[in-house]
């Protein structure tokens, strides 16, 4: 009787640790429509932020306080969905470089250049 209560409970600790592991290797499930709706949110934010952009590197981010500073807007005849790609890409260097300053207790990783000329 012992022995077959000590088997079961190694089984089933055999069993739950699996579980675990199997839950942890695959984590959350994302549905292909939900993916597309959340990646559509952050690249129209990332890129709208990416306009003010001026430098990004070592851990810290440089902006403008003027939008004007960085390439001009794309023409109108985008595809729907579509954004600057020029703006997206300061904008993604400069969450990368955020979350460095981040991950290396920067003390201000965002710093103020100025205002520049706007755009002719």
Request: glycine share 12%; with cysteine.
């Amino acid at each position: 009787m012992k022995s077959s209560l000590i088997r079961s409970l190694a089984i089933f600790v055999a069993g739950a640790g699996s579980a675990t592991v199997v839950a942890g290797l695959y984590g959350t499930e994302m549905e292909t429509p939900v993916f597309h709706e959340r990646l559509a949110k952050v690249l129209v934010e990332v890129e709208a932020l990416g306009a003010f952009v001026g430098i990004a590197d070592d851990g810290r981010v440089g902006i403008y306080t003027v939008a004007a500073c960085g390439p001009p807007p794309p023409p109108p005849i985008m595809p729907a969905g579509a954004v600057d790609a020029r703006n997206l890409a300061k904008g993604a260097q400069a969450m990368v470089q955020f979350n460095l300053g981040l991950i290396h207790g920067e003390e201000q990783p965002i710093y103020v250049l100025g205002k520049c000329k706007p755009r002719a």
